[in-house]
C-alpha cells in the first residue's frame, strides 16, 4: 500500500526533500489532455450548431457523441489519483470556494448535463424512429429514452431544433470556461515559476480546441473508410480552417510565454533553461516539431489549395501531429512544473511507472475507454446524416 | 523503583510517544538507563515494525483511534495564543535531533522523502560566489549515514577550502495567507485561531494541491494514509503547555517557541531583540517563522 503513489523521483541541484515524491504523476496529464479533446470536439460541433456553418454539418453530430463520450471519462484519471477517492465528493458537498479545483464538480457536472441534454435534443427524432422501428429490448431501451415525447412533427422538430442550438450556444462558453478553467488551476500557483503565468489558462484553451479538431479530423477519416462512406471535401477544408486558426494562434502564445520568461530573466531562469535542455527536451522536440509541421502543412494546404485525396491524407496526418504534440505539451507543463524545484536550485526527472495504479497502464486503460464507448453510442444512436441512419435529423430541418 | 523505571514501566515497550519524548529529554541527563530501558540509545537503530514504522511510532490502529476520538483538551482556548516561532541560524549545529524528534513525535513516514522538518547545510568554499546546499535527505549523506533513518550530514567537504557555511531549519510557515489553504478543495486544511495551519485528516481527500501550492515545500503525502501531511508545530503539545519536539530536543536553542500574545515568552524576546526575516516574503504569504541570520543563497 505504501508505494502504491509513491514516485520517487533522482534529482540534481538542491530540491525541497519533500519534492523528491512527486505529488502529480501521468494521470494528471491526460486529464487536462482529454478534457482539451472535449472542449475542441465541442467546439465543431457548435460550428454548425449555432453558426449555421454548413460545411460542419456531416459530422456535428458525431463531433458532439466524441465530446460526450470524452467527458464520461475526464473526472476518471483524477479519481484514480486521489488518495481518497471515496472522499471525492467532499469537495462538491463542502466546496471551499477559494480552491480553485473547488468548483471542478460544477463545472463538469454542469458541462456533462449539457452535453446529455443537447444530445438528447439532437438526436430525439432518431430515438422516436428507432424505438418504432426496433422490437424487443433495444426497442424498450429507445422506448424510454424518447421520456414519452414521440411527437415529430415538423413544429416540435423546429422545438427541437432551437433547444438544441441555445444548449450548444451556453456550450461554448460552458467548454472555454471548463478549460480555460483547467489552466487556471496550473497557472494560479506562484509557488511554481513553470506553471506560474497569466497566459496559462489561454495556452491551454487554444491547445485544447486544436486538439479536439485534430482527434475529429483522425476519427472522421477513419470512420469513414471503415463505413465505406464518401469523405466529404467541404467538411475537410472547414476542419482545416478551424486547425490553420488553432495552430497558429497556439505557437504565438506558447513562444510568447517562454519569450517572456527568458527576458525577464527573474532568478532561476537559468534552472529553467536547463529543464528545457534536460528532463522535458524530448517533450519540448515534440512538442514544436509537431507545431511547426502541423503549421507549414495547413498552411500549404491552404496556399496550394489542396482538395480530395491529397488534403485528406495531409490532414489525416496534421490530425495525429496535432493529438500528439498537444500531448506532449500537457506533459511539459504537468510534470515539467513539478520537475523544476521550487528552491530553483535544482532538477528532478520523473519517469513514469509501467504497472500499478497511476502508471501507464493505467493511462492506457482510460484513454481507450472514451473510444470504446464512443463506438457503442455511435452504434446505438447512428450521428451521420448520410441516409443510414433509422430516423432523420433534427439539424437539416432548417 | 525510580521515577525513570516507573515511566518505563507504565508506557510498556512500544512505547508512546509522550513516553519516548520524556525519555528523550531524560537522556541527556541519565544516558546508560535509557539506553539499557529500551535497547538503543536513541531512537536511532530501533527496531522495525513490518508496517515500516518505528517501534516508538504510532501504528495504524492507534493512528485510528487518535483521528476518532481526539483527546479533550478542557483547559486551552485557542482565542487566548497566537504561536509564534523563531530559528536563530547561528546557533544551529545540524545535528539533526530535531528531524528525528518529529519524526519519531509525528509517526512521519521514515524515509528520505517525507519529512515535516528539515535542516539545509549552505557551504560557500573559497572564491565562489555561490553556496553548495544539501540536506539530510541527499543520497550522499544517507549513503554516509547507512540508513534513510539515521539523520546525518557526512563530511564532504573535510578537504576543501570553505569560506563560510551555515545550517538552516526549515519547517511549515503556518503563513498568515497560506496558500496550502487557499487551494484546499474541500477545506480540510485550514487556519486555526492560534496560529498553526492543521489538516482534517479524516477530511482531505487526498489531491495533493496543497502539496503543489506550498512555495516551502513544507507538505507531503502520506501515502498509507492517502493524506496530506504537515508540521503543525505538535499542534497536541502546544495545547497542554509544552514546546513542541524539536524545539524540546534542539541542544543549542537554536528553534525558539512561544505565545506572541505573552510580551514574555521567549518568541516574543526573540523577535524582538532582533533583525527577523522570514523565506520567500515576495509570495506574499506572511510566515510565521522568524529568521536570524539568513543569507542571499537561503530558499
Not at chain 1, 266 to 277: D, H, P, Q, S, T
Request: proline share 5%; hydrophobic share 45%.
Amino acid at each position: 500500500m505504501q508505494h502504491v503513489f509513491e514516485h520517487v523521483t533522482p534529482y540534481i541541484g538542491y530540491v525541497y526533500p519533500n519534492e523528491t515524491d512527486l505529488p502529480w504523476s501521468q494521470l494528471i496529464v491526460i486529464y487536462p489532455y482529454i478534457t482539451g479533446l472535449v472542449a475542441g470536439a465541442f467546439v465543431v460541433s457548435s460550428l454548425d450548431h449555432v453558426f449555421n456553418i454548413k460545411g460542419f454539418a456531416p459530422i456535428s453530430r458525431f463531433a458532439l457523441l466524441t465530446a460526450l463520450c470524452f467527458m464520461i471519462f475526464a473526472p476518471s484519471p483524477l479519481l484514480f489519483h486521489l488518495g481518497q477517492p471515496t472522499r471525492a465528493f467532499n469537495a462538491v458537498i463542502t466546496p471551499h470556494w477559494s480552491s480553485a479545483m473547488a468548483a471542478f464538480g460544477y463545472v463538469a457536472g454542469f458541462y456533462l448535463c449539457l452535453l446529455v441534454l443537447e444530445t438528447w435534443f439532437a438526436f430525439r427524432s432518431d430515438i422516436v424512429a428507432m424505438s418504432k422501428a426496433r422490437t424487443g429490448i433495444l426497442g424498450k431501451v429507445y422506448g424510454w429514452l424518447t421520456l414519452g415525447s414521440d411527437d415529430v412533427s415538423e413544429r416540435a422538430l423546429a422545438i427541437d431544433h432551437k433547444v438544441a442550438r441555445i444548449l450548444s450556444m451556453i456550450g461554448i462558453p460552458a467548454a472555454c470556461g471548463l478549460h480555460g478553467y483547467v489552466g487556471f488551476v496550473f497557472g494560479s500557483l506562484k509557488s511554481r515559476e513553470w506553471w506560474s503565468s497569466d497566459l496559462m489558462p489561454v495556452i491551454f484553451l487554444l491547445s485544447a480546441a486544436a486538439s479536439g479538431v485534430g482527434l475529429l479530423i483522425v476519427l472522421y477519416v477513419i470512420v469513414s473508410k471503415f463505413r465505406k462512406t464518401p469523405i466529404i471535401d467541404e467538411t475537410m477544408r472547414g476542419l482545416l480552417y478551424v486547425l490553420f486558426s488553432g495552430i497558429a494562434i497556439v505557437m504565438v502564445i506558447e513562444g510568447l510565454e517562454i519569450l517572456e520568461m527568458f527576458y525577464k530573466q527573474r532568478e532561476g531562469v537559468e534552472m529553467v533553461r536547463k529543464l528545457i535542455e534536460g528532463p522535458i527536451w524530448a517533450g519540448m522536440l515534440i512538442q514544436w516539431a509537431m507545431s511547426v509541421f502541423v503549421l507549414v502543412v495547413t498552411s500549404a494546404l491552404l496556399i496550394f489549395d489542396v482538395h480530395g485525396k491529397r488534403l485528406v491524407n495531409w490532414l489525416f496526418m496534421c490530425g495525429l501531429a496535432i493529438m500528439l504534440g498537444v500531448l506532449a505539451m500537457r506533459w511539459n507543463v504537468v510534470i515539467g512544473g513539478q520537475e523544476l524545484s521550487k528552491t530553483m536550485k535544482g532538477l528532478l526527472t520523473f519517469t513514469p511507472e509501467l504497472f500499478g495504479r497511476e502508471s501507464l497502464f493505467t493511462v492506457l486503460m482510460i484513454s481507450i475507454c472514451p473510444f470504446l464507448v464512443l463506438w457503442g453510442v455511435a452504434k446505438f444512436l447512428p450521428p451521420w446524416n448520410d441516409g443510414t441512419a433509422a430516423g432523420n435529423t433534427v439539424l437539416d430541418a432548417h | 523503583m525510580t521515577t525513570q523505571d516507573e515511566i518505563i514501566e507504565a508506557q510498556q515497550v512500544p512505547l508512546s510517544r509522550r513516553g519516548f519524548l520524556e525519555l528523550m529529554g531524560k537522556s541527556v541527563a541519565c544516558a546508560g538507563v535509557v539506553a539499557g530501558a529500551v535497547g538503543a540509545g536513541s531512537a536511532i537503530g530501533a527496531t522495525q515494525s513490518g508496517n515500516g514504522k518505528h517501534a516508538y511510532q504510532q501504528n495504524d490502529q492507534q493512528f485510528a483511534e487518535a483521528v476518532n476520538d481526539p483527546p479533550k483538551i478542557p483547559e486551552y482556548n485557542w482565542n487566548d495564543h497566537q504561536w509564534a516561532m523563531g530559528v536563530d541560524t547561528t546557533r544551529c549545529i545540524g545535528c539533526l535531533r530535531c528531524m528525528e524528534a518529529c519524526k519519531m513525535e509525528n509517526s512521519v513516514q521514515m524515509d528520505a522523502n517525507h519529512h515535516r522538518t528539515w535542516v539545509e547545510r549552505y557551504v560557500y568554499l573559497e572564491g565562489s560566489d555561490t553556496a553548495l546546499v544539501d540536506s539530510q535527505a541527499d543520497p550522499q549523506n544517507i549513503a554516509f549515514a547507512g540508513s534513510e533513518t539515521k539523520f546525518r550530514f557526512d563530511n564532504r567537504y573535510k578537504d576543501k577550502k570553505v569560506d563560510k557555511a551555515f545550517f538552516v531549519a526549515k519547517l511549515c510557515n503556518q503563513c498568515e495567507h497560506p496558500s496550502c489553504v487557499e487551494v484546499c478543495p474541500t477545506g480540510a486544511t485550514f487556519k486555526s485561531k492560534d496560529g498553526p495551519v492543521l489538516i482534517d485528516t479524516t477530511y482531505c481527500i487526498g489531491c495533493q494541491y496543497c502539496v503543489q501550492a506550498c512555495p516551502y515545500g513544507a507538505r507531503s503525502f502520506n501515502e498509507s494514509r492517502g493524506t496530506a501531511e504537515k508540521c503543525n508545530w505538535c499542534y497536541h503539545r502546544i495545547t497542554k503547555g509544552l514546546n513542541p519536539a524539536c524545539v524540546e530536543v534542539c541542544p543549542t536553542g537554536s528553534r525558539i517557541f512561544g505565545d506572541r500574545n505573552d510580551p514574555d515568552s521567549p518568541v516574543s524576546v526573540f523577535i524582538r531583540n532582533n533583525h527577523v526575516q522570514v523565506l520567500k516574503p515576495e509570495m506574499g504569504n506572511a510566515p510565521n517563522v522568524f529568521y536570524v541570520g539568513l543569507d542571499k543563497e537561503v530558499v
